[in-house]
């Protein structure tokens, strides 16, 4: 009985620890998807602004060159912080 006993125990350790793996994936699954989100949005605000940087006949005012400068700044910084997560994800995954 003991032995059923301890057979039962490890194998509901090891559906946890699968259900925790498969919950690890799901999680950084969701995380590439955030990193693709915003690296979209501020590909589409920069594209924006660059469109009406284009309209006015590269004669922007300074406060949209600030905006772009801005833009390509936070972007910058977006692209960083996404790289680092999918190389963290691709290390946790053995990719690399």
């Known amino acids: 009985m003991l032995i059923?006993?301890?057979?039962l125990i490890d194998n509901c350790n090891c559906d946890v620890?699968?259900?925790?793996?498969?919950?690890?994936?799901?999680?950084?699954?969701?995380?590439?998807?955030?990193?693709k989100e915003q690296a979209n949005s501020y590909y589409t605000r920069l594209s924006r602004l660059l469109l009406q940087i284009?309209?006015?006949q590269l004669a922007a005012n300074s406060a949209t060159l600030n905006l772009l400068?801005?833009?390509l700044a936070q972007?910058?910084?977006?692209?960083?912080?996404?790289?680092?997560?999918l190389v963290e994800i691709k290390r946790n995954w053995n990719l690399i």
């Open 75 to 85: 972007t910058k910084a977006i692209a960083d912080a996404g790289q680092a997560s």
């Open 54 to 56: 284009a309209q006015s």
């Open 4 to 7: 059923v006993h301890d057979l």
């Open 17 to 35: 620890n699968i259900t925790n793996s498969k919950f690890t994936k799901i999680t950084e699954l969701d995380e590439i998807q955030n990193v």
């Open 69 to 71: 400068s801005q833009s």
